[in-house]
């Protein structure tokens, strides 16, 4: 799999590519990584990548000219021909204004043969990039950052790590946090671990068994593999329902979790009630 990153500042991403899972995959031949300088396709003694927007307004905008002429050395062909070849390859603007990634995109960009990343600058870049070139403009989060460089190497690591033998442990990306991936038992039925079908990953502990007063929870003491998964289960619908009730309305829940979900809102509704005290007319 073969990445590109366009940036004005390729020397931010020496420390995020130079490092764990992306290098190791790297140096295992598992992807290619290369970072461009866009300033390389100006032609002025300035090297300016930037202008101000027609209309006016605050701020400047990267310019078309050395997007596309990177492109095309890159051999990237434009969107509509890209469709019409049903290449597997996408091309990522990284904008604030963009559609949220998440590890379903994630997941879906990392079964490409090439990723394009283009790193927005300044207030934008010029829309004929985004009309013509991009398929995909991607955001992080609903706020502004000063460049897509953050974005970028954040969306790369995401992907990287669904690359088949990027993590070393491919059962890892299992049961972390957002994954789609359920894991599927065969024969003795589901051990202790299990997919979190979306949901946030449930608590982990490791020795020592008692640290600063707190002792690990006994069901992950006892063996029992079944108890374990159920337990895993019930934290992790617990932690969601708690940091991101959103994620519940596409996550794949069972009867026992509703059930679970039911019990975990009536104790969450009871907190709250001690937590206020006694009311006072």
């Known amino acids: 799999m073969r990445f590109d990153v366009v940036t004005i500042f390729p020397e931010f991403f020496r420390g995020p590519f130079d490092h764990g899972i992306i290098r190791r995959a790297r140096e295992a031949g598992l992807i290619e990584l290369q970072v461009h300088d866009l300033r390389n396709w100006t032609h002025d003694r300035h090297r300016t990548v930037d202008d101000r927007p027609f209309g006016g307004g605050e701020g400047m905008v990267l310019k078309p000219e050395p ?75 609903d706020f502004v950052l000063s460049g897509g460089e953050l974005a970028a190497a954040v969306m790369v690591d995401a992907v990287i790590r669904l690359v088949p033998g990027a993590l070393g442990n491919e059962a890892s990306a299992w049961q972390e946090s957002f994954s789609a991936v359920e894991r599927s038992f065969a024969g003795d039925g589901p051990d202790s671990t299990c997919g979190s079908g979306g949901l946030l990953d449930y608590p982990h502990y490791t020795r020592p068994a008692e640290f ?60 709250s009630d001690v937590d206020r005290g006694p009311q006072h007319a």
């Open 212 to 271: 600063s007063g707190i002792k690990v929870p006994d069901v992950l003491l006892g063996g029992n593999h079944e108890e374990i998964r159920k337990w895993r289960r019930r934290k992790s619908l617990e932690k969601t329902l708690r940091n991101r009730p959103d994620l519940l309305r596409q996550a794949t829940l069972s009867k026992q979790d509703r059930i679970m979900l039911e019990e975990l809102e009536r104790e969450i509704i009871s907190d």
């Open 67 to 141: 997007i596309f002429e990177c492109m095309q050395q890159l051999g990237i062909a434009s969107r509509a021909e890209r469709v019409a070849e049903t290449a597997r390859e996408s091309v990522v603007l990284t904008s604030a204004s963009g559609r949220m990634f998440n590890q379903r995109v994630a997941a879906e960009m990392s079964q490409l043969d090439r990723i394009v990343v283009i790193c927005g600058r300044y207030e934008g870049v010029d829309e004929r990039v985004n009309e013509t070139i991009a398929d995909r403009e991607l955001s992080i989060g």
